[in-house]
């Protein structure tokens, strides 16, 4: 079974801070992918990264992909109260023909004031 | 925006009973899933479908059955509501990327509490 390991669960922060958070396998995924939830809403698609070693940029957030496609990671620059919320990795196959995802149990952030 | 609604938001109902939770998409996608969401457990794989009438079991099948007679439309019944049926219900559709691979967009969730 292939399953995806978040650390921390938990994190809670002051405004300002920085963090990184992580989404590690023993399996190679064809992608990655990072959503955030808010609390009563449904995920949302933040990034998709498909290259080993890939680096992607969303404003303050930094998105990498291992070079061996096992893990990733996400890194928050100063964050603020708006970066709270939950932030799952998700795990694909290439050339999987339902489009399953594997999806870690999330870190869930708190960012105060 | 992927076009997903769910209905109803939220339901309470007693132990024992039918329980229908609708998944309504606009953009003709081909993939639709239900997953449940608990605490310390994540989101978790019920049911998927990939096509009209085409379906799959997920890792927490048991209890459930789905139904696609439409492609819009992704039906989850729970034949009959225990108490450990009680979570927060998402359903999704899948896109591929440009590269082969897959992104998974949510729908808002319904709250079901079994009493």
């Known amino acids: 079974t292939q399953l995806l390991e978040q650390s921390p669960q938990f994190l809670s922060i002051q405004e300002g801070e920085n963090l990184t958070v992580y989404c590690n396998s023993s399996?190679?995924?064809?992608?990655l992918q990072w959503y955030r939830q808010e609390p009563g809403e449904g995920p949302v698609l933040l990034v998709t990264?498909?290259?080993?070693?890939e680096v992607k940029k969303l404003k303050r957030l930094t998105f990498q992909f291992g070079d061996a496609r096992k893990d990733s990671s996400l890194h928050i620059t100063a964050a603020q109260p708006g970066d709270t919320g939950l932030y799952l990795c998700?795990?694909?196959?290439?050339?999987?023909?339902?489009?399953?995802?594997?999806f870690g149990k999330g870190t869930k952030l708190s960012v105060k004031p | 925006d992927a076009g997903i609604t769910q209905s109803p938001r939220h339901k309470v109902t007693e132990t024992g009973t039918p329980v229908t939770l609708r998944c309504h998409q606009t953009?003709?996608?081909?993939?639709m899933y239900w997953y449940r969401q608990d605490p310390g457990h994540g989101l978790r794989l019920i049911h998927y479908?990939?096509?009209?009438?085409?379906?799959d079991k997920g890792e927490v099948s048991d209890g459930y059955s789905v139904s696609r007679s439409k492609t819009e439309d992704f039906l989850l019944t729970l034949e009959s509501a225990t108490s450990s049926q009680t979570s927060v219900y998402f359903c999704?559709?899948?896109?591929?990327?440009?590269?082969?691979?897959?992104?998974?967009?949510f729908g808002p969730g319904t709250r079901l509490t079994v009493t």
């Open positions: 999704a559709i899948s896109t591929r990327t440009g590269t082969g691979g897959f992104e998974q967009y």
């Open positions: 399996s190679v995924f064809s992608s």
């Open positions: 990264v498909v290259t080993g070693g």
């Open positions: 998700a795990g694909g196959y290439y050339g999987g023909s339902q489009g399953n995802l594997i």
């Open positions: 953009e003709n996608h081909r993939y």
């Open positions: 479908s990939y096509g009209v009438k085409d379906t």
